[in-house]
């Protein structure tokens, strides 16, 4: 039987980077643990049709999921939190929103009907948020707002909110995230903010039922009564969302202030008694015991910035904790590495992972740290365009091949190790058109990158356009490189590994896209046990 779907809105006040995502996260996590089904959308209020043509400098990674589709980071927390796939379906943004619309105006579809915001474009974010739970019996679908309540951008998603709740009565919720800041010249934590982000949503039509308000100071209860007084909710609705020590705590504290219990009163839903977050619990006790600590080098071109590498970061949390081993993350600016300063910027490290990136700034920074970690015998990951680097890396040393390159960044070279793959060649648009999202892999039995999967047959995903070039299997593999796995469809080489080596790894997918809580990635726990191992 079809069971009846709720629908949660997550929307944002007072300020950007509240955490909007990692609230939406925590609560699908604890109502996963009373026992119901749920899905994490993501709605971005910008034009770009999705965020794959973005520079990272813009809204940081691009996530990947299965099915290929280029999406907001937040989308990387659902699954690490929910242990969930997603999907495009899960991450929609007005660009897409108008580009439906007016295809479907091209097609003469609205039968001559003027087109505007409202109904089309606020039907079609409707479509967008209900088609979730059609294709899936979920209990909720929760449904996050990007951006500020306020912001030019969010006002046809404000206005669908509005409508849905009038359409859906007490099935539709909202969650409305502020934050509260303490002005330590006054010693007191200021309402004002949050009163007047929640005007702007009433002066759009909306009543949020739940407030939660980040904060770096506990709440008392004449703040709490305060803000439900102002704001026109019950004073249980108003939840304290203090500064965490990890992202991993959130859905604790969220159990504690009982989001998820009145998240269920205001939709009418039955609570059932027990919340089940034993396996969440163990692992924030390992994340918070370590028997030791690791150094692992971050070598990227982007490590300034905190959320380019963001799943890369968490993976490597959730291969450490798997340890019980606290790491450390060193971001190394590959534009800076050089010869004359690579040992004094590597030598204090257990393990060296080199990062995926697009373009030449920083290349020949990542080519020297891969350098130093084969020669160092230092445990080596290599993604994407990492996994590329130790290909040119070991062409030029080992192989002798001068020059030897990827034609990304040297079209001309006499060696090109890796080259565009040969479906890329006709390609012009740029948005959607690498070789997205999960694609098979056979691994080579006798490799290490088989003691750490443990199975023969794996699956992982991609964003690329560049490939190993099979031209140069052979001379790879008689001087001891591994071919370690393979795409059988198309022939392709997805993971290289170093035979005398201790652990050297490079892999043309991204691992880290897959890492979840309940099941970190084995490549990233295998690397950060060869570390370990490095060090005792
Ligand atoms: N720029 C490389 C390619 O397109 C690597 C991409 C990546 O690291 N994600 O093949």
Do not use: C
């Given at each position: 039987m079809k069971r009846k779907v709720k629908y949660i809105f997550v929307t944002g006040g007072v300020s950007s980077s509240l955490g909007k995502?990692?609230?939406?996260?925590?609560?699908?996590?604890?109502?996963?643990?009373?026992?119901?089904?749920?899905?994490?959308?993501k709605l971005d209020p910008y034009i770009n049709i999705d965020p794959g043509t973005l520079n990272p400098y813009e809204h940081g990674e691009c996530y990947v999921t299965d099915d290929g589709a280029e999406t907001d980071l937040d989308l990387g927390h659902y699954e690490r939190f929910s242990n969930t796939p997603t999907s495009q379906a899960n991450n929609v943004t007005t660009g897409r929103i108008y580009q439906y619309v007016i295809n479907k105006e091209r097609k003469g579809e609205y039968l001559g009907t003027t087109v505007q915001v409202v109904p089309h474009i606020t039907d079609e974010i409707k479509r967008s948020v209900k088609i979730l739970s059609q294709t899936n019996n979920f209990d909720f679908v929760i449904t996050e707002i990007g951006g500020t309540v306020g912001d030019i951008e969010s006002f046809p998603f404000i206005e669908t909110v509005r409508q849905m709740k009038w359409e859906l009565g007490k099935d539709c919720a909202v969650v409305h995230l502020t934050l509260v800041p303490f002005l330590s010249a006054a010693g007191e934590l200021k309402t004002k903010p949050t009163q007047h982000s929640v005007k702007t949503m009433l002066e759009q039509g909306v009543q949020p039922d739940i407030i939660v308000c980040r904060t770096e100071h506990h709440l008392n209860e004449g703040i709490k009564r305060k803000i439900a007084q102002f704001c026109n909710v019950n004073p249980t609705s108003v939840i304290e969302s203090i500064d965490a020590e990890t992202i991993y705590d959130v859905p604790l504290l969220m159990r504690e202030e009982k989001l998820d219990i009145e998240v269920l009163k205001v939709t009418g839903t039955k609570i059932p008694n027990k919340i089940d977050l034993s396996k969440w619990e163990k692992f924030v006790y390992s994340l918070k015991n370590p028997?030791?600590?690791?150094?692992?080098?971050?070598?990227?071109?982007?490590?300034?910035?905190?959320?380019?590498?963001?799943?890369?970061?968490?993976?490597?949390?959730?291969?450490?904790?798997?340890?019980?081993?606290?790491?450390?993350?060193?971001?190394?600016?590959?534009e800076h590495l050089n010869i004359d300063n690579v040992d004094e910027q590597l030598k204090a490290l257990d393990g060296i992972l080199v990062a995926p990136g697009f373009g030449g700034r920083g290349i020949e920074g990542k080519i020297e740290a891969v350098k130093y970690a084969r020669e160092n015998k230092i445990p080596f990951l290599g993604i994407c365009l990492g996994m590329q680097c130790a290909a040119i890396e070991f062409s030029r040393n080992i192989l002798g091949l001068k020059g030897a390159n990827t034609t990304e960044i040297d079209s001309e070279t006499k060696f090109?190790?890796?080259?565009?793959?040969?479906?890329?060649?006709?390609?012009?648009?740029?948005?959607?058109?690498?070789?997205?999202?999960?694609?098979d892999c056979s691994i080579d039995v006798n490799s290490k990158t088989?003691?750490?999967?443990?199975?023969?047959?794996?699956?992982?995903?991609?964003?690329?356009?560049?490939?190993?070039?099979?031209?140069?299997?052979?001379?790879?593999?008689?001087?001891?490189?591994?071919?370690?796995?393979?795409?059988?469809?198309?022939?392709?080489?997805?993971?290289?590994?170093?035979?005398d080596h201790p652990w050297f790894i490079g892999v043309q997918f991204h691992p880290e896209y897959k890492s979840t809580v309940k099941a970190p990635h084995p490549l990233f726990t295998g690397f950060i046990k060869a570390a370990i191992d490095k060090k005792v």
């Open positions: 995502g990692i609230i939406s996260a925590s609560l699908a996590k604890l109502l996963q643990g009373r026992g119901f089904s749920v899905t994490i959308q028997k030791g600590e690791v150094n692992i080098g971050l070598v990227g071109k982007y490590v300034e910035l905190k959320d380019a590498y963001k799943s890369i970061n968490e993976a490597l949390v959730h291969g450490g904790t798997e340890n019980q081993y606290k790491v450390n993350v060193i971001s190394i600016q590959s090109p190790v890796i080259d565009l793959m040969e479906d890329q060649k006709s390609v012009t648009n740029l948005g959607g058109s690498m070789r997205l999202g999960l694609y088989y003691k750490e999967y443990n199975k023969k047959d794996i699956k992982e995903r991609h964003r690329h356009r560049y490939e190993f070039n099979n031209e140069f299997r052979d001379k790879f593999t008689n001087n001891g490189m591994i071919l370690a796995g393979i795409n059988k469809e198309k022939n392709l080489v997805e993971i290289i590994e170093l035979e």
